[in-house]
């Protein structure tokens, strides 16, 4: 079975810092792991992405600079650095795995496996 947990989120005021956590069980994934986020009433969106082979990042427009996302391959674990949280940035936060190479990776329907999401709320 192929499970994804986060952990991490909370709630901080604008300006701080959280660092999400996605652990996979069950598989090794060789293509993109994402983080997407959902606020109440909007479309899930891609924050930013992982080429679990070669380390390579991909980021969504509102958080390059202040996002960093990361692995750890010997835990297969992914991170999300968050710095500089703007209350814009709150919503559910969801890890997802095994989009192929070559796909969108920020598209929703392009991964196969998610995980249950992390609350994220930033306070002014």
């Known amino acids: 079975t192929q499970v994804l947990e986060e952990s991490g989120g909370g709630s901080v005021q604008a300006g701080g810092s959280l660092r999400l956590t996605c652990a996979a069980s069950g598989y090794t994934y060789r293509n993109y792991m994402g983080w997407f986020r959902q606020a109440p009433g909007k479309e899930r969106e891609g924050v930013a992405a992982?080429?679990?082979?070669?380390?390579?990042?991909y980021y969504g427009d509102s958080v390059k600079g202040r996002f960093t996302i990361s692995q750890d391959n010997a835990k297969n674990t992914v991170y999300l650095q968050m710095n500089g949280l703007r209350p814009e940035d709150t919503g559910m936060y969801f890890c997802a795995a095994d989009c192929p190479f070559g796909a969108y990776w920020s598209r929703v329907n392009t991964y196969k496996y998610w995980g249950q999401g992390t609350q994220v709320t930033v306070s002014s």
């Open positions: 992982i080429n679990t082979v070669s380390g390579n990042t």
